[in-house]
């Protein structure tokens, strides 16, 4: 019989709660996968639209739009590498870095990705849990650190908690662990704003990783940027696939960068949005934490669930953090609320206040 190797066998599948989004009615409001909330800009659209048989006839030439990206970042295109998504980056840099039996690096609670890949090479996942209020675990993670770390993965600002950690901070612990590659995942960098890019003086084990899923609105064509030392990100290059990023995608990035001022114009709703939230959130006496990213967890307490489904039923999806799942640690009766536009956060408050008033009525949340 043909068996997989036991690393994948003793992996959880990860399945996202997308079942059934597709085939939602279009109204439905999805604020559960930190998604752009208007979609890509609208000369992204026209070349789309502009696309030929021709076009997708033939094999996608990466490294022209490489270059425009490397340029867009004030980096050398021997340091940029264009990816399929920033999944995809994860998973190159643990094939690139990691043998079995070495030990990857997580601060928790964090994206579910970082200890798949892992575990899929063979690694051991050391988890770090946050401090109190999801503060970085920095004296913790520095203690964890052992002649088989190999990779260090933390996301800047953090998924599902919103916080972010200075670049100083970051820096400190790839220049402890100079054996390890540190990927800082900055998926959320344009709703923050601080880049370890801006440190000219970075470490040869430092990679950078950017996404088009969020602020862009090009979840569905993946596409990311995995940026670091040339030639660590030689190294890379050479476990990815020639045409890991498609004809499609290649043909929309370049517009995309030209369009900074659609992106600027939906960053500033959405950090305008998240203080509104924040301050609505306040005055429902629910319990969140500052956030750096679009969303924002919030504890609802033993009525998450309930909370979820309320809002579902008004149209609107958030993410249920709420950890009967190992992997998100003190993330106990949380929700988390991806921030869009200023209509749909609008929208959000209205829905949150009914749902919030109506459990309250029942005492099903908590304060
Ligand atoms: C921290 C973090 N990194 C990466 C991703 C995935 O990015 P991409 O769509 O580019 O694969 C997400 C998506 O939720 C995320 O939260």
Redesign the pocket.
Same mark, same amino acid.
């Given at each position: 019989m043909l068996e997989a190797r036991a690393a994948v066998k003793s992996l959880h599948a990860y399945r996202p709660p997308l079942a059934g989004r597709q085939g939602l009615h279009l109204d439905f409001l999805r604020l559960d =996968?930190?998604e752009s909330t208007v979609g890509c800009s609208p000369r992204v659209l026209a070349r789309l639209r502009s696309l030929d048989a021709e076009a997708l006839a033939r094999y996608p030439e990466r490294e022209p739009v490489e270059r425009e990206a490397a340029d867009f970042l004030g980096l050398d295109a021997a340091q940029v590498l264009l990816t399929?998504?920033?999944?995809?980056? *994860?998973h190159l840099l643990c094939s690139t870095y990691l043998e079995p039996g070495d030990e990857a690096i997580i601060v928790v609670p964090? =994206?579910a990705?970082y200890a798949i890949f892992a575990q899929a090479e063979g690694a051991r996942v050391v988890q770090v849990l946050s401090g109190e209020n999801f503060t970085f675990p920095l004296n913790d993670l520095l203690s964890r650190l052992s002649p088989r770390t190999r990779l260090i993965a933390v996301?800047n600002p953090?998924?599902p908690t919103g916080a972010a950690v200075a670049s100083e901070v970051l820096l400190q612990i790839a220049q402890a662990a100079p054996r390890a590659a540190v990927l800082v995942?900055e998926?959320?960098f344009e709703f923050h704003g601080e880049t370890m890019l801006d440190h000219a003086a970075r470490p040869e084990n430092v990679f950078v990783?950017r996404? =088009?899923?969020?602020a862009y609105g090009l979840?569905g064509l993946? *596409?990311?940027i995995l940026a670091g030392d040339a030639g660590q990100m030689a190294m890379v290059r050479r476990v990815a696939s020639p045409y890991n990023v498609n004809a499609v995608a290649l043909a929309a990035l370049p517009e995309a960068l030209c369009d900074q001022e659609y992106v600027e114009h939906y960053v500033a709703e959405v950090q305008r949005g998240r203080g509104i939230l924040e301050r609505e959130l306040t005055s429902l006496g629910l319990q969140y934490w500052p956030t750096r990213a679009n969303f924002v967890l919030v504890r609802i307490g033993d009525a998450h669930a309930e909370f979820v489904q309320a809002l579902r039923a008004r149209g609107i999806l958030v993410r249920d953090r709420s950890s009967d799942r190992s992997s998100d640690p003190r993330c106990e009766g949380c929700v988390r609320l991806t921030v869009g536009s200023s209509e749909h956060t609008r929208t959000l408050i209205a829905a949150l206040r009914e749902v919030v008033a109506k459990l309250r009525e029942r005492r099903e949340v908590r304060v």
């Open positions: =996968f930190n399929n998504g920033v999944d995809e980056a *994860i964090t =994206f990705l996301a953090n998924n995942d998926a959320y990783a996404t =088009f899923s969020k979840a993946r *596409i990311g």
